[in-house]
């Protein structure tokens, strides 16, 4: 079992940046993949970023390609999510999740941390 902790979200005007941090607990973090999604007021969670568990293959969602990067560091059992010149749409509540299969459907992720909010103001 796997459970996931994020932080760094906050508040920032457009064009800012914020790193997302998601700790995990439990020795198998490295054999799993990693996932970022979003949910904003109103709307349906979506897919943002995806990183296999050697860290080697990334993907990312179309509107954030560019300008979002996902990393791992399976020494400290931590998946971050760089998002640089961020918009007042990316604001939402972010998750990171788990799963067996290199995955962009949330259906996928077997684990879910509790969520980050990020608002970005124009």
């Known amino acids: 079992q796997v459970q996931l902790v994020e932080s760094g979200g906050g508040l920032v005007q457009a064009g800012d940046s914020l790193r997302l941090s998601c700790a995990a607990s439990?020795?198998?973090?490295?054999?799993?993949?990693m996932g970022w999604f979003r949910q904003a007021p109103g709307k349906e969670r979506e897919f943002v970023a995806r990183?296999?568990?050697?860290?080697?293959?990334?993907d990312y969602a179309d509107f954030v390609k560019g300008r979002f990067t996902i990393s791992r560091d399976n020494t400290k059992n931590t998946v971050y999510l760089q998002m640089n010149s961020l918009k007042p749409e990316d604001t939402a509540v972010y998750y990171c999740?788990?799963?067996?299969?290199?995955?962009?459907?949330?259906?996928?992720?077997?684990?879910w941390g509790q969520g980050t909010q990020v608002t970005v103001s124009s």
């Open positions: 999740a788990a799963a067996q299969l290199f995955s962009d459907i949330s259906g996928a992720y077997n684990y």
């Open positions: 990183i296999k568990w050697s860290g080697v293959n990334t």
């Open positions: 439990g020795r198998t973090f490295r054999s799993y993949n």
